[in-house]
């Protein structure tokens, strides 16, 4: 699986939960624009 597809995945993954990016975050104890990078494949670490 690329990033893109992965970004994709957690996407989906959280909008089936209801979750916010900032929620998914908050989480996982994380900021907010690491879930946009994750999403849009611009950083997976």
């Known amino acids: 699986m690329n ?3 992965t970004g994709k995945f957690i996407a ?3 909008k089936e939960k209801g ?3 900032a ?3 908050e ?3 994380i900021t907010d624009r690491a879930v946009s990078k994750w999403e849009t ?5």
Not at 41 to 45: D, I, N, P, V, W
């Open 12 to 14: 989906s993954c959280r």
């Open 41 to 45: 494949g611009g950083s997976l670490r």
């Open 3 to 5: 990033q893109i597809d």
């Open 23 to 25: 929620q998914l975050a």
């Open 27 to 29: 989480e996982l104890g």
């Open 19 to 21: 979750l916010t990016q």
